[in-house]
């Protein structure tokens, strides 16, 4: 069983940061992307930040510059610090990773996390 365990939200103030931790934890063979999603209230979940098995960074272009997400393959985590967060920021984010549970079957499946709520607000 594979389970995937955000943990780092909060509220901060507008111009704050926070740093979010995602761990992988389970039975799997691999891991191939790790991603941040999230969704704010009436609307739909977005991409935010996706690490791929290389360990190279793609970013939404609007996140571009304020998040960083970051990959230790070590302990099967990923993070995204956030930084010069603004309200409109404010929503439940959610890890996702491509994994393939079983070494003698190739197929890889996607895991959700259960959320992380960010809240910027003064």
């Known amino acids: 069983q594979v389970q995937l365990v955000e943990s780092g939200g909060g509220l901060v103030q507008p111009g704050g940061s926070l740093r979010l931790s995602c761990a992988a934890s389970g039975t799997f063979f691999s891991i191939n992307t790790m991603s941040w999603y999230r969704q704010a209230p009436g609307r739909e979940r977005e991409l935010v930040a996706r690490?791929?098995?290389?360990?190279?960074?793609i970013y939404v272009d609007s996140m571009k510059g304020r998040f960083t997400i970051s990959r230790d393959f070590d302990k099967n985590t990923v993070y995204l610090q956030m930084n010069s967060l603004k309200p409109e920021d404010t929503a439940a984010y959610y890890c996702t990773a491509n994994i393939r549970p079983r070494f003698d079957n190739y197929a890889y499946f996607d895991y959700w996390g259960q959320g992380t709520q960010v809240t910027v607000s003064s």
């Open positions: 690490v791929t098995a290389a360990g190279s960074p």
